[in-house]
């Protein structure tokens, strides 16, 4: 069986810019940790053949058995990405939402024959753009943040209480994210769409789900680690988060799962846990492999990128967690446990 990964950042998605900078920051560290975890993990399936793109100005982060290629220049990278999804059986996209990036890269996946480990283009489209995801779950009872799309400009709506949350309509990583106290605060936001909530205090909590034709799969729900300075980015992960919070995280991922439409592979779920579980909310849909995974892997003496195949596959695997404290960075270290730090949003 061949299987081909595809991460954008690292992967030459970004040899189309101008820019002839190697790539870097936050969203290189997550996709690089996403990439070699899923690698090695595919890697240890036995008869799978692991295939993926490399940008030739960042060096290898895979096992040797895996077949690399690496691309060069803008045609390059879209010809290589075409032969890697047709020639394979299964091809996972690991792509940024915003700019319709992971959306056109499914769709071309599904364009050349390939076969996506991963949802569909019109489920990806549907957690793509937050204000769709956001009314798709309301009209179906699930709490979410009161919210507006917003375009630079725009007066702000008298009927939003503060603080509040503006960040990019197809935000993808912490990207753009600006946390806003006041209405005296407000700042000038430039051109282009956004989206603007209500801040929801509480916990910040991801569950991951695996999916097939014939059963699903939740993982542990973790706590996520975000920055206290206005931005709200990511700074890795810790589970187990105890009871009650647990069971209301998995519920309410349960609810989720149950008001989308099916999908294949593997996505994530951001929720804020409030002082009740009244004020439990669902902040985001992530239509893709998320930096949970990285951690979870760990958690777990089961292959994960096994289960997904298996379930893609038509099985009803069942996976095991070992709930010892685990606390992982955004680039996929795992680190001592400090489980009386909490932090909340």
């Not at 070992?322 to 949003?345: M, N, V, Y």
Request: hydrophobic content about 40%; aromatic content about 6%.
């Amino acid at each position: 069986m061949r299987v081909f990964l595809y991460e954008y950042i690292t992967g030459g998605g970004l040899l189309a810019l101008d820019d002839a900078t190697p790539p870097s920051g936050s969203l290189l560290r997550e996709g690089a940790a996403m990439l070699k975890s899923l690698a090695q993990d595919f890697c240890a399936v036995p008869d799978v053949e692991v295939s993926i793109l490399r940008d030739a100005r960042i060096t290898s982060l895979v096992p040797p058995s895996v077949v690399e290629r690496v691309v060069n220049s803008s045609e390059e990278h879209v010809k290589q990405f075409d032969a890697g999804a047709a020639e394979a059986d299964w091809t996972v996209v690991i792509a940024p939402e915003f700019d319709r990036v992971l959306l056109n890269c499914v769709r071309r996946v599904e364009s050349v024959g390939g076969r996506l480990l991963g949802p569909e283009p019109s489920f990806v489209e549907l957690g793509t753009y937050k204000d769709a995801t956001l009314a798709h779950l309301a009209a179906l009872g699930i709490r979410t943040p009161h919210g507006f799309q917003f375009r630079g400009g725009d007066p702000v709506p008298g009927s939003l209480h503060f603080p509040a949350v503006l960040k990019p309509l197809d935000g993808a990583g912490s990207q753009g994210i600006n946390v806003i106290a006041t209405r005296d605060a407000f700042p000038q936001v430039p051109c282009g769409t956004f989206w603007l909530e209500e801040f929801q205090p509480g916990a910040p909590v991801s569950i991951s789900v695996f999916s097939g034709p014939k059963g699903r799969v939740f993982l542990p729900a973790s706590q996520q680690l975000l920055s206290d300075d206005g931005t709200l980015g990511y700074l890795g992960g810790r589970l187990p988060i105890d009871e009650p919070l647990r069971s209301r995280a998995e519920s309410l991922a349960v609810s989720v799962v149950d008001a989308l439409p099916s999908f294949l592979g593997y996505v994530g779920i951001d929720v804020i846990l409030g002082e009740s579980e009244e004020l439990d909310c669902v902040i985001e849909l992530n239509p893709r492999l998320t930096t949970s995974y990285v951690g979870l892997r760990h958690a777990t003496q089961q292959n994960l990128a096994a289960t997904v195949l298996e379930l893609a596959e038509g099985a009803s695997p069942e996976l095991c967690f070992d709930l010892s404290p685990l606390e992982f960075s955004a680039d996929g270290t795992i680190l001592p446990s400090q489980i009386g730090d909490e932090k909340t949003r």
